[in-house]
């Protein structure tokens, strides 16, 4: 779980182009949106399309991104679960 | 009433000018990504959101931050403060880059922050977004700078007393090929006394325009 944590870190500050943001400045267990990383609805939407092509995970049900999405530790137990 | 031309930025061959002043040069650098960023932390411009535009949207900001940074342009309301830019490659730096997401069927992944960009005139969105400007814009497309077309449209949106001020010029980029001349324009009466070190301003025509934009190449 640790290994595919810090692996997501750096896809997600890649992905969304958070270029003075490093991995080691990311807690696991902090929001994504709304404060620390100041995420924006653009960005949700490049995490759906991360899941899809970096893990093969479809995201059926859009309900389910708010407690996905939750936080890079949130994203991880999620993809560990349904990584196909 | 007659307006003028009171600041002005180009941006040209990853060298950067505001007001006739020489900014930013650096003769290493040879692609687009890293002169605009290198330029950005030169400035010391604290805007996270910087990173997540396109190139088109990255020069625009860059160029009207320069410029606007010196200026009380915020005496006019919003509703009265105006852009009007033009290029002649529209968007299509981030067109390109967006095909490119698309173009394998097989991996057929569009991303939603290029996708968003896909349009010419966001860029102006941005610097409004930064500025608080609510008031007339348009984005012009034309093979090359069309001074005449400019100062037309921009002289026609103070004489209708749409504008108190405005911001307007060019914005091009295609590749590592960039090009940007933004002036700022206002009414002859709202003309502060020119601070020292400061542009002196010229009168607002297709004239003065060119000649502005391109004093590099005399």
Not at chain 1, 55 to 73: A, N, V
Not at chain 2, 134 to 163: C, H, P, Q, W
Not at chain 2, 195 to 208: L, Q, R, S, Y
Request: net charge negative.
């Amino acid at each position: 779980m640790e290994e595919l944590i810090e692996k997501l870190k750096k896809e997600v500050i890649e992905q969304l182009n958070l270029e003075d943001i490093k991995p080691e400045d990311i807690n696991p267990d902090s929001p994504l949106f709304g404060e620390g990383l100041g995420l924006d609805s653009i960005d949700a939407l490049e995490l759906i399309v991360l899941l899809e092509k970096n893990y093969g995970i479809k995201i059926e049900d859009p309900k389910d991104g708010k407690k996905i999405f939750f936080s890079i530790r949130s994203m991880a137990e999620y993809i560990t679960a349904n990584k196909k | 009433m007659r307006q003028f031309i009171t600041a002005y930025t180009l941006i040209d061959g990853f060298k950067c000018m505001v007001n006739g002043r020489l900014l930013f040069y650096q003769e290493n650098i040879l692609t687009f990504a890293d002169f605009i960023k290198a330029l950005y932390k030169q400035e010391q411009v604290n805007y996270p959101k910087f990173y997540k535009m396109d190139a088109l949207g990255k020069l625009g900001f860059i160029a009207s931050e320069l410029l606007l940074r010196n200026k009380d342009f915020k005496l006019y309301p919003p509703e009265l403060t105006g852009v009007v830019l033009s290029n002649s490659s529209s968007s299509l730096d981030t067109d390109i880059a967006h095909y490119e997401t698309i173009r394998d069927r097989e991996h057929y992944f569009p991303s939603p922050s290029v996708f968003v960009y896909t349009l010419p005139n966001i860029v102006i969105g941005e610097i409004c977004i930064r500025n608080g400007i609510k008031g007339e814009n348009a984005f012009l497309v034309s093979e090359s700078f069309n001074s005449e077309l400019i100062a037309g449209y921009v002289t026609d949106l103070f004489s209708r007393e749409l504008v108190k001020g405005c911001l307007c010029g060019w914005i091009e980029v295609l590749g590592n090929r960039c090009e940007a001349f933004l002036a700022w324009v206002e009414n002859q009466a709202d003309v502060a006394e020119t601070k020292p070190g400061m542009f002196n301003p010229v009168p607002f025509d297709a004239e003065h325009l060119k000649l502005l934009k391109n004093q590099n190449d005399r």
